[in-house]
């Protein structure tokens, strides 16, 4: 699943889902899906999000739990894409 988290995913319900293992055009379809993507472009001033950065996250993190079959969830929440690196804000994985 994918989505801009807090009251986007919590009211909005604005989300995109695959299933792993994904492909480069799953992750790219699943960010530019969602009706917040506007926001990811940036608006009003703000920096566009590093959109191919976060496609590499989530080829990575589709990598990790097709290798790991024990992990059960995985979530990251709230994951910055600024333009030379991507921060984890918290991350829990279930296993």
Known sequence: MFGLGGIFVE???DVSFRLAPLT???ASEMI????GYK???GIRGEKPAN??????TLLR???LV???PDIKELDINPLFAY???VVAGDVRIIV
């Open 11 to 13: 009211v909005l319900k």
């Open 32 to 35: 530019r899906e969602i009706r």
């Open 39 to 41: 926001i990811l472009e």
């Open 66 to 68: 097709m290798k790991k």
């Open 51 to 56: 959109i191919k950065a976060i496609e590499n």
């Open 61 to 63: 993190f589709s990598d």
């Open 24 to 26: 480069r055009k799953d």
């Open 83 to 85: 333009d030379n690196k």
